[in-house]
């Protein structure tokens, strides 16, 4: 079973036919809520649970349906069924289908203008009494609000989750590039960043010397494919300077009827910043925008009729030299076209938040990465903020949007298939498996990048991306509910406010006399992070595995990807599983040998016994 927060659901959608499901789980505790606009009939054998939760202020809060996208877009991605002939106008054309398409749905309808603590909780309450397997939460919150655990109510929630055997799986956030700006960080929720896909959305610039310029961006064009358009640039039309009437009379002038190249080399919100400039030009009647910017693996946005598209820095010259090379420049953009098996992919989308983790720098944060770069998927049945119909065509069931909200069903739905052929593992196994079989490499064969261009680290997508090598990955690191009592114990929390979070703290329980933060790197997680390194010198830190792998008798043998600045030695080098001996523990010396670092440096553990691989990756901080 899955479970998806958000915006509520539309059960209308093809994604959600229950054809070839069999009966509900008789397990199954939950309800199917109705109102004048959702009965039970929108309730089947795939969406088998449906909650709202009205607020008394919106009666938009009254009903499980779906009038934003945002719910029913990341339940079809975590667990919708097979649809083929599936697209959006034409563009991404193929079968969808959810990760784990064989998964029910349960909806909790938690955010309609907002999303109340009060409400999130009681959710939280329900779908562990209702018998989720899988939580699944595209949402939440500001990270410079940096809420501290007792007040945080996504890691009190998924805390009780976690107790009863549920996996919790959230976005990271949408505030990357910057550092900290990770949210869903405690280690007990498996926090999701995102990346671009080897499918690309091509609108090409073609000039007047009739060379064509790669642009990316979702349009539907209605110019002229002939380069018949006058070309100018913001600069010459004085648009960045232009701060009154007279000014903004002049530049309207220049600018109407006329495609207009803007540099947003230096802008610090690119994506905010293109849209901005769009509605802008649009109300100048200009006929295009050309946007140059300086990351090269760009997410395109959608911009529906209007032609507007984003040229990549290696291209910027090549339309330089033309607009050099004439005293009469002219141009054209061509609508969208979609690009298959696209090089490099993935990258770490340039939104996706990056770590580290502002609650401890010894968690590496986030765990995993999965496609969250324009991803196709189920749409509500109402236009909303972020849809676009283009002139003469109907609404689309479809709608391709990006953001960690959509990479973190992806991981969902990967976590309900590897539920379902191993029902008895733990959430923190499961995590386990995702995180020790991620990739580090690309289509080129190459170490996955930033789309800002840069060898991504664990601050940028965990232990990397996510691949189904994790249906079998051999061995797992399970972390215990002690071990999170620990690390709350560790970063200060008192037995008071850990019984706020906690619903199960033993009794007896009381935090250890010495507890201190770095003793966080030694809880049980399939990563490591150690702050302040260089200053210590030497650091010891410890690691337990069980064999879940099909044979009792295994060697698995160790491999250390150290990097320049320190040395790293396992003891012992080998790991010899038998039937009486599933579980086993090693332990990592990491020696400094600078006594300063000046930046982060990080490699990685790996366990192989021919068959299996096991990886985790290390930070060492400064």
């Known amino acids: 079973k899955q479970k998806s927060y958000w915006s509520g659901i539309w059960p209308e959608a093809e994604s959600f036919k229950d054809n070839g499901m069999g009966p509900i789980p008789p397990g199954w505790k939950g309800t199917c809520m109705t109102s004048p606009d959702f009965n039970t009939s929108n309730c089947n054998r795939k969406i088998i649970g449906a909650r709202y939760y009205a607020d008394g202020k919106n009666d938009g809060s009254k009903t499980v349906r779906d009038n934003d996208g945002h719910g029913t877009h990341t339940a079809s991605t975590a667990a919708g069924n097979v649809v083929s002939g599936a697209s959006y106008y034409g563009l991404a054309t193929g079968t969808a289908k959810g990760g784990s398409p064989e998964s029910r749905l349960a909806i909790y309808k938690v955010c309609t203008d907002g999303c109340s603590g009060a409400t999130i909780l009681a959710a939280f309450d329900d779908a562990i009494s209702d018998g989720v397997d899988i939580l699944s939460l595209s949402l939440g919150g500001p990270q410079d609000l940096k809420p501290d ?154 911009y529906g009729d209007f032609p507007a598209t984003i040229v990549r820095p290696k291209d910027h010259a090549t339309i330089l030299q033309y607009l050099n090379s004439t005293s009469n420049p002219k141009a054209t953009i061509l609508p969208t076209t979609t690009v298959l098996d696209y090089k490099p992919a993935p990258m770490v989308a340039i939104f996706s938040s990056r770590g580290p983790s502002s609650l401890t720098k010894n968690i590496i944060k986030p765990d995993i990465a999965a496609p969250g770069g324009d991803i196709l998927a189920a749409w509500t049945g109402t236009e909303t903020d972020e849809t676009y119909v283009p002139n003469g065509k109907l609404l689309s069931p479809y709608n391709i949007i990006s953001g960690t909200s959509m990479s973190c069903p992806h991981v969902s739905g990967l976590a309900g298939s590897i539920k379902s052929k191993n029902p008895t593992w733990s959430p923190s196994a499961i995590k386990s498996a995702i995180m020790t079989s991620a990739t580090q490499i690309n289509n080129l064969k190459a170490p996955i990048t930033t789309d800002l261009g840069p060898v991504a680290t664990p601050y940028d997508y965990g232990a990397g991306e996510i691949t189904t090598e994790s249906f079998q990955p051999g061995l797992v690191y399970e972390t215990t509910t002690m071990d999170y009592l620990n690390y709350m114990c560790y970063l200060g929390l008192n037995t008071t406010k850990i019984k706020v979070i906690s619903k199960t703290v033993p009794k007896n329980f009381s935090c250890p006399k010495d507890s201190t933060p770095d003793y966080i790197s030694n809880i049980n997680y399939p990563s490591i992070a150690i702050p302040k390194f260089s200053s210590q010198g030497t650091v010891n830190v410890n690691r337990t595995v069980t064999n879940v792998g099909e044979v009792d008798e295994t060697v698995y043998s160790a491999t250390v990807v150290a990097p320049f600045g320190a040395t790293v030695q396992l003891i012992p080098e080998k790991l010899q599983f038998t039937k009486s001996s599933k579980t086993l523990s090693y332990q990592v010396v990491f020696t400094s040998t600078f006594t300063s670092l000046k930046e982060d440096i990080f490699g990685s553990i790996t366990w192989s016994n021919g068959k299996h691989s096991v990886r985790i990756p290390f930070a060492l901080t400064v």
């Open 149 to 302: 655990l007792t007040t945080n109510v996504v890691a009190i929630g998924a805390f009780h989750a976690v107790e009863h055997g549920i996996l919790v799986v959230c976005a990271a956030g949408n505030n990357g590039p910057w550092p900290h700006s990770v949210t869903n960080d405690a280690p007990w929720i498996l926090t999701v960043g995102a990346t671009t896909i080897d499918r690309n959305f091509q609108s090409n610039i073609v000039l007047g010397n009739n060379k064509v310029v790669e642009g990316v961006a979702i349009n539907f064009s209605p110019l002229s494919k002939s380069a018949d358009y006058p070309l100018i640039t913001g600069e010459s039309a004085k648009l960045p300077t232009a701060d009154s009437e007279d000014d903004l009379e002049d530049a309207r002038e220049k600018v109407n009827g006329s495609i207009v190249i803007c540099d947003g080399m230096n802008d610090t919100n690119f994506y905010y910043s293109t849209s901005l400039k769009v509605r802008v030009l649009q109300g100048m009647g200009a006929l295009g925008l050309v946007h140059i910017t300086d990351k090269e693996g760009a997410v395109p946005d959608n």
